[in-house]
């Protein structure tokens, strides 16, 4: 079993910055792809980012490219999700996630194998 702890959330200006990180355990974390998604009220999870084991591959949702960058550190059993020029339309809960190979090779990016509990960033206007 993997366990993943989201940290970093909380209230910014629109234009600011925010890093989100996320602590796993449980499992060799070079062997996990990993994924941050988030929700808004009413509507489904909406994939993010995601960095494939050693971080040579990245993929990233239309409406945070340029913007955001996910990054890991494996000797830390670490993944981040910087943030940059934030919007109100980025408020959201954002899930930490890590994906099997399988599912990471599918690419099924919105389905991730395990989940952290989730932190809440706010973008003011």
């Known amino acids: 079993q993997v366990q993943l702890v989201e940290s970093g959330g909380g209230l910014v200006e629109a234009g600011g910055s925010m890093r989100l990180s996320c602590a796993a355990s449980?499992?060799?974390?070079?062997?996990?792809?990993m994924g941050w998604l988030r929700q808004t009220p009413g509507k489904e999870r909406e994939f993010v980012a995601a960095?494939?084991?050693?971080?040579?591959?990245?993929q990233y949702a239309d409406s945070v490219k340029g913007r955001f960058t996910i990054a890991r550190d494996n000797a830390k059993n670490t993944a981040y999700l910087q943030m940059s020029s934030l919007k109100p339309e980025d408020t959201a809960v954002y899930y930490c996630?890590?994906?099997?190979?399988?599912?990471?090779?599918?690419?099924?990016?919105?389905?991730?194998?395990?989940w952290g509990q989730g932190t809440q960033v706010t973008v003011s206007s």
């Open positions: 449980g499992r060799d974390f070079s062997e996990l792809a």
């Open positions: 960095i494939s084991w050693y971080g040579g591959n990245t």
């Open positions: 996630t890590a994906y099997r190979s399988s599912t990471y090779y599918s690419g099924r990016l919105d389905t991730g194998d395990y």
